[in-house]
């Protein structure tokens, strides 16, 4: 008996006879077959005869509130940009890829902490405050805040040293807004 070989399958489908595969996730045997349960990816796995279908992922649509995690990867006195690499879902960190800003205002420049609170390069954990275009985040509440940061002269990995961010190679302190777990980011 030949097989089906696509990778895309709908609730119903014939992917194997029962003696070719055994059904895995999202499939069962019906009649000397095993047919697909739901619409997704066919997965083989030719070690244990084993067949899955895969349901799609769902889109992620970030919201107000949610935790993201991203690199700056530019900052000026109006605004810090993002790229966001990764949100957190129910608990989970899940892979997103979006832009994220961080507005600067001048007022911010009364504590040195929150003025260009992350430099390009830094690694920070932000929250969502507005979902537009691109997504509006805040260095401000707790636990966020720069979680890896270089050096702005010689690019050392700064480390916390009597609670503020050292160069051990320069010999000098940076300021930045840093999360609590600086160095090691607890996810
Ligand atoms: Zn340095």
New binding site residues.
């Given amino acids: 008996m030949e097989k089906n070989n696509k990778d895309f399958v709908l609730p119903g489908d014939r992917l194997s006879t029962a003696e070719e595969y055994v059904p895995g996730d999202n499939t069962t045997e019906l009649n000397g077959d095993v047919i697909s349960l739901v619409m997704g990816s066919v997965q083989r796995d030719e070690k244990r005869l084993l067949v899955n279908v895969k349901k799609p992922k769902e889109k992620i649509v970030p919201g107000n509130g949610d935790i993201v995690y991203g690199q700056v990867t530019r900052s000026d006195n109006r605004q810090t940009i993002v790229n966001i690499a990764g949100i957190r879902k129910n608990g989970n960190i899940l892979y997103f890829h979006a832009e994220g800003y961080i507005r600067n205002s001048m007022d911010d420049r009364r504590d040195e902490r929150y003025f260009q609170a992350a430099r390009i390069g830094d690694i920070i954990r932000a929250k969502v405050i507005r979902v537009g275009q691109n997504l509006e985040l805040t260095l401000r509440g707790e636990g966020l805040g720069v979680l890896l940061t270089r050096?702005s002269?010689?690019?050392?990995y700064l480390r916390i040293k009597d609670g503020k961010l050292y160069?051990e190679?320069?010999d000098?302190v940076e300021v930045r807004k840093t999360a609590p777990d600086y160095g090691y980011p607890i996810l």
Avoid at 153 to 156: A, E, G, L, Q, V
């Fill in positions: 050096c002269r010689c690019r050392n160069c190679n320069c000098r």
